[in-house]
C-alpha cells in the first residue's frame, strides 16, 4: 500500500502530489456515468488521499411515521438533469424526519449513500493510523446534513485541528478524515449560525475565480484547477484535456506560491464509456503525457516564480524550493497502478528538478 507519511512527517500538504478520486462515489450507473470501480476503502487502500463528492438527497422508498424515506448519497448528472422540491424526509441514517431538498435526476446516477461512505473512511484512517484522508464536497444541497452526518460517522477520526491546511503537516493530519465545504456549503452553515471549522468542517476555495487572493489564516485548502471537458463533444478526449489542464497548470504558477494545484487526468461526457475512454488515457504514452503536462506546470511556476515569489528553506538537512505545485490529480477508476503513478512524482529529486529548469542562473530571493 502507498504511504503518504513515508514522504516525511513534516511535509506540508502544499509540497506533495497525491492522486485524487473524480466522482467518488459513483461506482454504478451506465457505462457514461460511472467513474469508479472501487468503494471508498479501497479507493484509499490504492492510494487515493482526496475524494470529490457530490451529495444529495434521493427518495429510497418506505415511509417512516408518514414520512418518505430518503438518504444522502453521491450523485454524477449533469445539472440541467436534476430537479430539485423541498419536502419532508425521514433521514434513516441520521434518524431524523425534516423539511429537505429533495433531489430527482433524469438522467446520469446516484451512487453510494454518504453514511456508508464515511464509515468507510474512518475505517481506512484507523488502520492506518499515519494516513489521512480529504473529502472534498461541492455541488452538493442539504448542506446541514452533509455536516451532522461528517460529524456522527466520522467521530474520532474527525480533523478538529482547524487552520490552513496547505501548510499543516503529514504529522498534523495523521489519523484523520478531513471534510472540506465550497464556499457555498460554509456559507449554508454560516446563514444556520454553525461555525464550520468548530465543529471539524473546514472550507475549500478555488483560487481561479477569487478575487481576494491567498489568506494564509483561511480555514482549508485554497487551490487552482479545474476539470471538465465538453460533454457534449465526445471525440479527441484526451486532447481536449491535456490543452485545458497544460493552460489552467500554467496560469496556476502565476500565483501565490502557497496555494495548491488541482489537475484532472479525465475525460468526462454524455455519449461513451467513461471506462473505455479513461482506459485509453492510461496507455503508456498517454500515461507519459499525464506526467510531461504535470512537470510543465511546475517548471511553468518554478520560472515565474525564480526571479519573484520562489523561497529556499531548509529541509531534512538540505535545500528546498518552494514554487506552486499541481498537488492533486484527479483520476476516474482509481486503482493501485495509476495512484502509483501519481506517488512517483513525490520522488523526482528537486535538484534534478533545479537542474532541468535551469535555475541556478537565476537569482532566487527570500520571498
Not at 422540491?85 to 453510494?112: D, I, N, P
Not at 457534449?232 to 496555494?259: C, E, I, R, Y
Amino acid at each position: 500500500m502507498i504511504e503518504y507519511y513515508d514522504l516525511g512527517p513534516d511535509k506540508k500538504l502544499n509540497e506533495i502530489v497525491m492522486a485524487g478520486s473524480h466522482d467518488a462515489g459513483i461506482t454504478g450507473g451506465g457505462s457514461n456515468v460511472q467513474t469508479q470501480d472501487r468503494d471508498i476503502y479501497e479507493q484509499a487502500k490504492a492510494g487515493v488521499r482526496i475524494f470529490d463528492l457530490r451529495i444529495a438527497l434521493a427518495t429510497t422508498g418506505g415511509t417512516h411515521d408518514g414520512a418518505k424515506l430518503a438518504e444522502l448519497k453521491a450523485f454524477h448528472a449533469d445539472k440541467k438533469l436534476v430537479s430539485n422540491r423541498t419536502t419532508t424526509r425521514h433521514v434513516g441514517s441520521l434518524g431524523t424526519t425534516q423539511q429537505v431538498e429533495r433531489s430527482k435526476l433524469r438522467g446520469g446516477a446516484f451512487g453510494m449513500n454518504l453514511s456508508n461512505m464515511l464509515s468507510q473512511a474512518k475505517r481506512f484512517v484507523d488502520e492506518n493510523p499515519n494516513e489521512f484522508l480529504l473529502l472534498k464536497f461541492d455541488k452538493s444541497t442539504n448542506w446541514l446534513l452533509i455536516a451532522e452526518a461528517c460529524v456522527n460517522y466520522l467521530d474520532s477520526a474527525l480533523y478538529t485541528g482547524g487552520g490552513n491546511l496547505n501548510t499543516k503537516t503529514l504529522r498534523d493530519l495523521r489519523g484523520k478524515v478531513v471534510p472540506l465545504f465550497v464556499e457555498s456549503g460554509m456559507q449554508a452553515l454560516r446563514s444556520a449560525n454553525v461555525n464550520g471549522p468548530g465543529i471539524g468542517i473546514l472550507g475549500i476555495k478555488n483560487m481561479k475565480d477569487d478575487k481576494g487572493g491567498y489568506n494564509d489564516r483561511y480555514e482549508g485548502i485554497q487551490y487552482y484547477g479545474k476539470g471538465g471537458t465538453n460533454p457534449f463533444s465526445p471525440f479527441k478526449k484526451t486532447k481536449q484535456n491535456v490543452t485545458k489542464q497544460s493552460d489552467l497548470m500554467k496560469k496556476g504558477g502565476q500565483g501565490n506560491p502557497a496555494v495548491m494545484g488541482m489537475m484532472y487526468w479525465t475525460s468526462t461526457g454524455l455519449f461513451e464509456s467513461i471506462k473505455d475512454r479513461n482506459d485509453g488515457m492510461w496507455t503508456q504514452p498517454n500515461v507519459d503525457k499525464l506526467k510531461r503536462m504535470w512537470s510543465q506546470g511546475l517548471e511553468q511556476a518554478i520560472q515565474d516564480r525564480a526571479g519573484k515569489y520562489a523561497q529556499i528553506n531548509g529541509f531534512g538537512g538540505g535545500q528546498r524550493l518552494k514554487a506552486f505545485l499541481p498537488n492533486f490529480v484527479m483520476i476516474d477508476f482509481a486503482d493501485p497502478t495509476k495512484c502509483g503513478e501519481i506517488f512517483e512524482l513525490n520522488t523526482t529529486p528537486v535538484t534534478v528538478m533545479v537542474d532541468a529548469f535551469g535555475l541556478g542562473q537565476h537569482r532566487i530571493r527570500q520571498a
